[in-house]
């Protein structure tokens, strides 16, 4: 338990989920088309009525959830690395501040393509690590908890309450979204680009603030990061003792949350104080959902030894994820936006979906070839080098 985390038996069950999580964002990136919300009506109704199944369907399962999981693993991640240089005596530490300096430039190049990135947030967010990484174990998971029920959201909701002339200025990103979504609708290669450098990150980063995701990706860096410390990704019988609980309490929380986000809000009258609420009853239901989705999968993995055929193919895919998740970002926006094929006018729920099974089919037939013959992914490679370039 002392050796570095490096085997592939430890790692497997977490790059399977890596690349589980990353085929959910392609397919909901997909459904989105890339953020041009636009749903043709001139399907028939028998298609249109299976469309919104397979919306219903694919959103209940993964938005928010995905996200989620791929930010939980971010976390684990980092413990990896901390605890792997922490053996051989070094400080990790500002390696990896300066590793999220490196990820902030990749975020710029997909931020470039696609205005709903999420590397920007975690290059910032991930610098919590720093300061908590060698705190107990009992403290961070403290910190962790505290920040997952969304304090200043339960703060704003109390004030509103007292002071029924408190108005929230919500909805900031919108004028940002309006502009990005005409310009990737019906502009040129390069005014897609240009837009997104300004109007396209502040769309997607005042979102994501104004929809509780500073706090929750905080919470779920470092829930991984205790994750890893725990070995929880081991089997042992401990970690199956775990997983087997975390499943039944996560079942167990969810159904009251999903009640309270969906019944609750018509009964809420306040607008400042329904914003906070959605955001907060949203941000739990969704982390509970999320480890319903993660303690079943790494249960299944367990139960199998070293995992099912179809968790072991998806490995190759979550190695590089990295990689896949800007490729498969540039590839959709060439799909969907004005300037390339333009399919966001023409291709409902059902089609999109399609399309993006064949996006993650040849992501994952590249992840394969590459891996056979290099040990890391292009972006990657250029990512671990950058991080312990000697000065």
């Not at 919104?52 to 684990?76: E, N, Q, R």
């Not at 990896?96 to 967010?125: C, E, K, P, T």
């Not at 991930?126 to 403290?142: A, D, E, F, M, N």
């Not at 509103?160 to 200025?169: E, G």
Request: charged letters at 15%; proline letters at 3%; hydrophobic letters at 50%.
């Amino acid at each position: 338990m002392d050796k570095p985390l490096q085997t592939t038996h430890r790692l497997g069950v977490v790059d399977a989920l890596r690349g589980f999580a990353l085929l959910a964002i392609v397919l909901l990136h997909n459904l989105e088309h890339y953020n041009i919300y636009f749903i043709p009506d001139s399907q028939p109704e028998w298609l249109q009525m299976i469309d919104k199944g397979v919306w219903d369907t694919i959103f209940f399962l993964f938005a928010g959830k995905a996200y989620a999981t791929f930010s939980l693993l971010f976390g684990f991640s980092f413990y990896i690395q901390f605890h792997n240089a922490e053996k051989r005596g070094i400080d990790f530490r500002g390696r990896f501040a300066w590793r999220m300096v490196l990820l902030f430039l990749f975020a710029q190049l997909h931020a470039l393509f696609y205005n709903g990135d999420i590397l920007v947030l975690y290059s910032v967010v991930g610098l919590t690590l720093i300061p908590v990484c060698k705190l107990k174990s009992r403290t961070v998971c403290w910190i962790a908890t505290i920040l997952l029920l969304q304090p200043f959201e339960w703060g704003r909701m109390i004030y509103a309450i007292f002071n029924p002339d408190y108005v929230i200025n919500g909805g900031k990103f919108i004028p940002y979204a309006q502009l990005a979504e005409e310009v990737t609708s019906h502009g040129t290669f390069l005014e897609v680009l240009g837009n997104n450098i300004w109007n396209g990150q502040l769309y997607s980063n005042i979102w994501q603030v104004e929809n509780g995701r500073l706090f929750q990706t905080a919470a779920l860096f470092m829930f991984g990061m205790l994750l890893g410390r725990a070995k929880y990704f081991i089997k042992s019988d401990v970690s199956i003792k775990i997983w087997k609980r975390i499943l039944k309490l996560s079942i167990l929380s969810f159904i009251p949350l999903h009640i309270l986000r969906v019944f609750i809000p018509e009964h809420i009258s306040n607008p400042s104080i329904l914003t906070p609420y959605n955001t907060a009853i949203s941000s739990l239901a969704n982390f509970t959902f999320m480890a319903i989705l993660i303690s079943t999968f790494t249960l299944l993995w367990f139960n199998k030894g070293d995992g099912y055929k179809w968790q072991q193919a998806i490995i190759p895919y979550g190695r590089m994820s990295l990689t896949n998740y800007i490729s498969q970002s540039i590839m959709g926006v060439c799909i969907y936006y004005g300037f390339g094929l333009g399919l966001y006018s023409t291709t409902g729920a059902t089609a999109t979906i399609l399309i993006a099974l064949c996006i993650f089919t040849v992501q994952l037939i590249f992840s394969r070839y590459w891996l056979a013959r290099h040990k890391q992914g292009p972006l990657e490679f250029l990512w671990r080098q950058g991080t312990w370039i000697k000065l």
